[in-house]
């Protein structure tokens, strides 16, 4: 795609269009593609024949939204990407801290599709707003880091403290 303008299947089609315009004779199969960030899951559903699924999970910085991700029931597979809840889309300019932005609502899809018999989950990493490793993402799927005895909730940061992982 061409990010903020033409999605990968409108990228598509007006390289059809172009290549139309010089060979009218030729015979063209638009097979949009994606690179792993925000348009993947888009483009693995079109092809595959997903259908799309909503959850609620957390921006990162903690609001609250409505996510979604493609599922394919007959092989219990979910298609994610990493920016539909920790992504760079999610936050205005003046809001973009990689320190401060969580994985934490990558984790609640995963959860989610997981509650609803997933037994394999694609997860496209691009595009994301956070810097946190997957401490977000592992902090919502259960997993506790201590410091000492000082359970680490916050920023990333604070994983130079980390002594103990639960």
């Known amino acids: 795609k061409f990010k903020g303008t033409l999605n990968a299947r409108e990228v598509a089609q007006n390289v059809a269009k172009g290549l139309l315009d010089v060979l009218p004779d030729a015979q063209i199969e638009i097979v949009p593609m994606a690179d792993g960030g925000e348009g993947t899951a888009e483009a693995i559903c079109e092809a595959r024949g997903c259908s799309w699924l909503a959850c609620k999970a957390h921006d990162p910085l903690g609001r609250e939204i409505d996510a979604r991700y493609g599922w394919m029931d007959q092989e219990k597979l979910a298609v994610m990407e990493m920016s539909e809840a920790a992504g760079m889309r999610r936050l205005s ?24 018999g997933a037994e394999e989950i694609f997860i496209g990493l691009g595009g994301s707003a956070t810097n946190d490793g997957g401490f ?16 680490l909730t916050g920023a990333a940061t604070e994983l130079q403290s980390l002594t103990k992982i639960e």
């Open 93 to 116: 300019q003046n809001e973009r801290d990689p320190i401060r932005a969580t994985t934490f609502g990558v984790g609640e899809m995963i959860l989610d599709a997981t509650k609803r």
């Open 136 to 151: 977000g993402m592992a902090r919502a799927m259960g997993y506790r880091f201590f410091a000492g005895e000082t359970e």
